[in-house]
């Protein structure tokens, strides 16, 4: 009898809602398991995070409870979560999140702040056996250390606690596998760093690794996004010694596989009834907000003025590119606002001096800023947009390369080394490509968990920031 065993791993990343993939997912899911197991052999799916995104309105109705129910359907035996499941989400939503899933969540550097202890809906690491066989499976978030602990959680360092593991748990098993929603360079730093991990199946960055990538022992593996792929690992496992002799990564195509029935009818059910219930109205809106992501608009001053009410800062600041629907006179409703604004940002606010607010409003008003297309950082946009403003009025020169003139803050002229509190997007402060000069200020607080949607669910009843809005705040000279 051979000591060796083949191990085949079915992995996603990075999903985003985008639910029109999962019925072919699923099909693949289930036809590779009763191929492979049908010929003596093992296999594991597991999901490495953000499978939810609240732009999708089934995840947005039921607070993500839908993914969980697609997982399920479709066959997943372990997950971890990503940036959309552990920040997109309060405490409480997150801790609901997995109670009727039927895979197990694996996630070792999310903690309770007042004991250290692991959520409750998740293990640190978990053990599969396959008869005498035993896989460790290892999976840890990115620490967005920041956000997370203004949500309720210490998000901690993953390199520490992996090494801990590692070495505890590889003289016990035959084969470790790591769930990183890291991103791949922080992925290659720690194949590089820890020896004993066997595979390394990554999210975050969107890589597409068709044939993975082998750093020294370790194989490092990523599906792009959007469940694009499916990712296959192959894995030769040799019982006697406990090592993985052969290891092969591929990339399937789910559209290759016909749709699950259970799950495409379990899935337009979803559609349905969250649609019936995002057409609750929040605000009674009494004027036209149109779009405009090249010139400045109410619309966008209304959101800067939304953002600075809400985190009481001297200045706000938003850009255009975030809204993606106009919003007509009359009754708003949930729908309307996912549809209009469906990133998973958050307002935040940053100390900066009169000198780099002026830098920051100075590259603002650049046609390569307006026009300049985004990606990632929780933006579901094409463009920046126009920048719109509130408690700011700026003067400047109507030429290609626009420079202002003058800044004044309340009325009164901006002064280089006074301290101002700027509300803006928190998507700024992970992309230092874009404004650099807000991440050099101080003092960055992250408004949790209220998205921008939901702050201007509480501020289109203002009437007096919904007027003002219509006051320009730029003048061409």
């Known amino acids: 009898m051979t000591s060796t065993c083949t191990l085949h791993i079915l992995h996603t ?52 409870k839908a993914n969980t129910q697609i997982l399920n359907r479709s066959g997943y035996q372990y997950a971890t979560i990503g ?24 996630l070792s550097n999310l903690r309770e702040p007042e004991t250290g202890e692991i959520p409750p ?104 996004k959007f469940g694009q792929r499916v990712g296959h690992i192959t894995l030769s496992i040799d019982h006697q010694s406990s090592k993985v002799t052969a290891a092969d990564a591929e990339v399937l195509d789910p559209l290759d596989y016909p749709e699950d029935s259970g799950v495409r009818a379990f899935l337009a059910q979803e559609f349905r009834q969250a649609e019936e219930l995002l057409i609750t109205t929040v605000a009674q809106l009494p004027v036209d907000f149109q779009l405009d992501w090249e010139k400045e608009s109410p619309f966008a001053t209304f959101l800067a003025a939304s953002i600075r009410d809400w985190t009481k800062a001297d200045v706000g600041m938003a850009n255009s590119g975030l809204l993606l629907t106009e919003l007509p ?62 408690g700011m009025t700026v003067e400047y020169g109507d030429t290609p390369d626009s420079t202002i003139k003058q800044i004044k803050i309340d009325g009164h002229p901006l002064e280089p080394a006074r301290a101002y509190r700027v509300a803006t997007v928190d998507m700024f402060m992970y992309n230092r490509r874009l404004l650099p000069e807000l991440l050099d200020g101080k003092d960055i607080r992250f408004f949790l968990p209220e998205v921008l949607r939901e702050v201007l669910a509480a501020t289109l009843g203002n009437e007096a920031i919904v007027q003002s809005s219509f006051t320009p705040r730029y003048t061409r000279c």
């Not at 959309?84 to 694996?106: H, I, M, P, R």
């Not at 896989?135 to 956000?147: D, E, M, Q, R």
């Not at 604004?341 to 046609?367: D, F, S, Y």
């Open 13 to 64: 990343n990075d999903l985003h809602s985008h639910f029109e993939q999962m019925p072919h997912i699923a099909a693949l899911l289930k036809e590779k398991r009763s191929r492979w197991e049908a010929q003596g052999e093992h296999v594991l799916t597991v999901d490495i995070g953000d499978h939810l995104d609240r732009m999708s309105e089934p995840t947005e109705a039921t607070w993500g």
């Open 83 to 106: 940036n959309n499941e552990g920040l997109t989400l309060t405490k409480a939503q997150l801790n609901q999140l997995y109670q009727q899933a039927d895979f197990t969540v694996v």
């Open 121 to 224: 809906w998740a293990v640190s690491y978990a053990i599969h056996r396959f008869g005498d066989v035993q896989v460790a499976i290892l999976a840890v978030t990115a620490p967005f250390t920041p956000a997370y602990q203004q949500l309720g959680w210490d998000a901690l360092a993953p390199r520490a606690i992996l090494l801990e593991q590692v070495s505890a748990l590889r003289p016990h098993v035959d084969a470790v596998v790591l769930l990183s929603h890291l991103g791949y360079q922080l992925d290659v730093e720690l194949a590089e760093q820890i020896e004993g991990i066997d595979v390394i199946l990554g999210a975050h960055t969107h890589h597409l690794l068709e044939h993975g990538q082998q750093v020294g022992s370790t194989l490092i593996a990523q599906t792009g």
């Open 329 to 390: 006179a009359g009754p708003v409703t949930k729908l309307e606002l996912l549809r209009c604004l469906p990133h998973p940002i958050n307002p935040c606010v940053v100390t900066l001096t009169g000198a780099q607010l002026a830098k920051v409003m100075e590259r603002a008003i650049q046609p390569e800023f307006v026009h300049k297309e985004l990606r990632g950082f929780g933006f579901r946009g094409k463009v920046a947009g126009w920048m719109g403003i509130d």
